[in-house]
């Protein structure tokens, strides 16, 4: 294949991956919301089970309302996902994919010099 040929597939495949406007813009907004240290904390701790408002506040040792609007903002995200049991609103992380982008970012990391 030609030099031309391949820089035009490189185009071609540039823009095909950019194609779905919808879904570029999603990530954009889940990686806004996790831009914030406070909740990938809580999505860290998070990845070892699940916990309400107030364990998740204790473990981060911030107020019961930090935690419940960084909550509310990964909710809102789809990040993770909430049940009520009784008075408790438990949290847990949505899917595995999200579990599987913080164990890519912890490899990444522990990769770099």
């Known amino acids: 294949m030609s030099e031309i040929s391949m820089e035009n597939m490189q185009i071609k495949n540039a823009r095909k991956a950019i194609a779905n406007i ?8 889940i ?3 996790l831009g914030d240290s406070g909740r990938l904390k809580v999505v860290k701790a998070l990845s070892a089970g699940e ?4 364990d998740i506040a204790l473990v981060l040792n911030i107020q ?6 960084q909550l509310k903002l990964l909710k809102q995200s789809g990040i993770i996902a909430a049940r009520k ?3 408790f609103i438990y949290y847990r992380i949505e ?5 599987k982008l913080f164990e ?10």
Do not use: I, P, R, T
């Not at 919808?22 to 907004?29: A, F, L, P, R």
């Not at 916990?51 to 107030?54: E, K, N, P, Q, Y």
């Open 95 to 99: 899917n595995e994919c999200v579990k």
């Open 22 to 29: 919808e879904k570029c813009e999603k990530m954009s907004d």
């Open 64 to 69: 019961n309302s930090v935690a419940s609007h």
């Open 85 to 87: 049991e009784g008075k």
């Open 104 to 113: 890519l970012m912890d490899e990444h990391l522990n990769n770099c010099k």
């Open 51 to 54: 916990l309400c408002a107030s």
């Open 31 to 33: 990686f806004k919301v």
